[in-house]
T-cell receptor, first 112, second 111 residues
Framework: SQQGEEDPQALSIQEGENATMNCSYK?????LQWYRQNSGRGLVHLIL?????REKHSGRLRVTLDTSKKSSSLLITASRAADTASYFC????????????FGGGTRLMVKP | DGGITQSPKYLFRKEGQNVTLSCEQN?????MYWYRQDPGQGLRLIYY???????QKGDIAEGYSVSREKKESFPLTVTSAQKNPTAFYLC??????????FGSGTRLTVV
């Protein structure tokens, strides 16, 4: 089952611009995570934000979480061509098995 | 270095043939997972295992089988009952912190 839905599905920007991706989910969560996938590779964990946190930073990444709206956003500042990848949100709803549920992803292209 | 290894990187299957994808981790993680990813799509859960000798079906288990005889290993068999197996398969593992570590994937193609 797919709980998270990313928006937009695809995003194309110029190097140096900021990229914003959004994730909406349906049920209460314990935490929300963002992962990155380069083409043809596995996913790599970027950042985790807990349900009692509203904002978190890691380098050029900024994640916000609004539990009242059941939504999160990932902002990549001063983007680089190397940021070109797909980005997925994943939610931990504390369900049976304590598994993550992944969204469909946003495909980001950063043009040099 | 600790990590999770999937092999082979590319696999070709003939019609009616069973194939097994390997997934090995040395992270001492209890939980392991198999996902299927179709082009331009998200991840769909096939099977997961929280502990050795136990595993559970995910959302799309039909046509697949797994075993978990060792903590380090969680092989996935794609059986002939899976009518559309061409996809990218990802294995992952996690500890109690629930941050997943992924392998680099196996691309399976039916020929």
């Amino acid at each position: 089952s797919q709980q998270g839905e990313e928006d937009p599905q695809a995003l194309s920007i110029q190097e140096g611009e900021n990229a914003t991706m959004n994730c909406s989910y349906k049920t209460s969560i314990n935490n929300l995570q963002w992962y990155r996938q380069n083409s043809g590779r596995g996913l790599v964990h970027l950042i985790l934000i807990r349900s009692n946190e509203r904002e978190k930073h890691s380098g050029r990444l900024r994640v916000t979480l609004d539990t009242s709206k059941k939504s999160s956003s990932l902002l990549i500042t001063a983007s680089r061509a190397a940021d070109t990848a797909s980005y997925f949100c994943a939610t931990d709803a504390g369900n049976a098995g304590n598994m993550l549920t992944f969204g469909g992803g946003t495909r980001l292209m950063v043009k040099p | 270095d600790g990590g999770i290894t999937q092999s082979p990187k590319y696999l070709f299957r003939k019609e009616g043939q069973n194939v097994t994808l390997s997934c090995e981790q040395n992270l001492n993680h209890d939980a392991m997972y198999w996902y299927r990813q179709d082009p331009g799509q998200g991840l769909r859960l096939i099977y997961y295992s929280q502990i050795v000798n136990d595993f559970q079906k995910g959302d799309i288990a039909e046509g697949y089988s797994v075993s978990r005889e060792k903590k380090e290993s969680f092989p996935l068999t794609v059986t002939s009952a899976q009518k559309n197996p061409t996809a990218f398969y990802l294995c992952a593992s996690s500890s109690g912190a629930l941050v997943y570590t992924f392998g680099s994937g196996t691309r399976l193609t039916v020929v």
